[in-house]
T-cell receptor, first 111, second 115 residues
């Protein structure tokens, strides 16, 4: 079974903190994605990566950055967390153009 | 702007009934249309998918109907069961760089199947 593992299920951070969300996949997938999920807005793509050290902006990249130093690991970084970044964050991976597999999500609360 | 529009936002269906969720898109570059199912506390998981050269795809109780000219597609759940209660997302895929691709999701439909 494909496994996409997000390092934390729940996180509470203070406004202005630098936050790291980590994601690891075990299927040697080229593509990795970060989405945020908000009620009534669905899943919105923040950033994605199609190879090590390669990244592209998604639909809502403002306030976020990413890092992909190894193929299996994709990190989402909130440089200075704000309350409007309180959300559920979902990581996904896929092999080329095939099915995307999702992790269980990290519920981030910024206070 | 919402590139994939999904309706309804929520749906209540009696056990044994038919659940219907609709999606519409604008971007003709989309080449693949999956539906994802999400249970509380879990990430979304692929349920069924269709390519635009096919008008219908059926897998068990789940059917996708696709209307390319209208740029619309829908999910039908026949004989709906309480275990189908979940949030359903339609999505559309577009190729990006090389062989990479990304999915654009609808806003989701929360389905509740009652006894």
């Amino acid at each position: 079974d494909v496994k996409v593992t997000q390092s934390s299920r729940y996180l509470v951070k203070r406004t202005g903190e630098k936050v790291f969300l980590e994601c690891v996949q075990d299927m040697d997938h080229e593509n990795m994605f970060w989405y945020r999920q908000d009620p009534g807005l669905g899943l919105r793509l923040i950033y994605f990566s199609y190879d090590v050290k390669m990244k592209e902006k998604g639909d809502i990249p403002e306030g976020y950055s990413v890092s992909r130093e190894k193929k299996e690991r994709f990190s989402l970084i909130l440089e200075s967390a704000s309350t409007n970044q309180t959300s559920m964050y979902l990581c996904a991976s896929s092999f080329k153009t095939t099915e995307a597999f999702f992790g269980q999500g990290t519920r981030l609360t910024v206070v | 702007q919402q590139q994939v529009k999904q309706s309804p936002q929520s749906l209540i269906v009696q056990k044994g009934g038919i659940s219907i969720i609709n999606c519409a898109y604008e971007n003709t570059a989309f080449d693949y249309f999956p539906w994802y199912q999400q249970f509380p506390g879990k990430g979304p998981a692929l349920l069924i998918a269709i390519r635009p050269d096919v008008s219908e795809k059926k897998e068990g109780r789940f059917t996708i109907s696709f209307n390319k000219s209208a740029k619309q597609f829908s999910l039908h759940i026949m004989d709906s069961q309480p275990g189908d209660s979940a949030t359903y997302f339609c999505a559309a895929r577009v190729l990006t760089t090389g062989t990479a691709s990304k999915l654009t999701f609808g806003t989701g439909t929360r389905l509740q199947v009652t006894l």
